[in-house]
């Protein structure tokens, strides 16, 4: 490996790094806020989690078509849904099976399924025009809105993020609750910051090492990519698999599906005509697989097994081993 290879690797790591600890800030902030206004953990892992782990994905995205990488943009979502699911959902649910909420089953995986094929549908032509991006975008605007308004009214008890009821904290509205109104603040604007540069040094890095070793920037953005901009998603889903947060791992999971679909792709295109160069119909169809097998998974005594888990973890480094080897 030569030094330029080498540094362009050091930029790839800084970059997933910065990218990590980036979401991880913008989402503890953004869910704290969410939390104080007494909205459920599902809610909250499809709306609030959801937008914050996806951001990655969006500052990636962004960058890459901005600097004339569509394939790699594209490819960046679509790794990641697969990700999502087969990955964050089969690895969680073997460390710990996962109760599913009938929401989800009712609500939010039809939406996902009718996104999903949605956006196939669009990219047959090998691009995502303004406005196909415009309508994608408006989809989510609807999407927040729907959840949100449907939460009204539930219920809730609300857990403290460490695991412990903490009313005091939520209810103070003066002295303590100014400053951790700031402080949540602070850290979602330093979370975009480092998302912002961690986004940069990724897509300069990687485009290089994928012309220096001929892969495609398709590939790259299915795989290193897809990955590394899901590692918020995957850090918040194994901790809350640890305590037994089994609501806001699968609105985690599902509900940056449906950002990465219509948030990313919405906001990406609308900036400039998104191409899928590089993106075929194999990569299309696994990803549709991988939105649709879930639903008769969690069906299953509305439970996602330990075996299930095991089978759809498999199935994603298959893929991956695939995409890189085949």
Known sequence: MSMTELIDLCWVILGLVTLYYGAEYLVKGASELALSMGISPLVVGLTVVAFGTSAPELVVSVKANLEGNGGMAIGNVVGSNICNIALILGFSSV??????????????????????????????????????????????????????????????????????????????PQGNGRRELFLNLLLILGGCILLVFGADRMVYGGANIARSFGVSEAVIGLTLFAFGTSLPELATSIVAA?????????????????????????????????????????????????????????????????????????????????????
Not at 278 to 306: C, E, K, Q, Y
């Open 242 to 326: 640890l305590k037994k947060q089994g609501d806001l791992i699968v609105g985690n999971a599902v509900g940056s599906c449906i950002f990465n679909i219509l948030a990313v792709v919405g906001m990406t295109g609308i900036i400039a005509d998104l191409a899928a160069t590089g993106i075929n119909s194999v990569h299309v169809i696994v990803m549709i697989a991988t939105s649709l097998i879930i639903l008769p998974m969690m069906w299953h005594r509305m439970v996602l097994d330990r075996w299930e888990g095991v089978i759809l973890t498999l199935g994603y480094l298959s893929f991956s081993t695939w995409l890189i080897y085949g």
């Open 95 to 172: 460390i710990f099976p996962l109760q599913i909420h009938q929401q989800v089953i009712r609500r939010e995986l039809p939406i996902l399924a009718a996104v999903t094929l949605f956006f196939a549908w669009m990219i047959q032509d090998g691009i995502i025009s303004r406005l196909e991006g415009a309508i994608l975008f408006i989809g989510v605007i609807l999407y927040v809105f729907s959840s949100l308004k449907a939460a009204t009214g539930e219920p809730v008890a609300l857990p403290h993020p460490e695991g412990e009821g903490n009313p005091d904290k939520l209810s103070d």
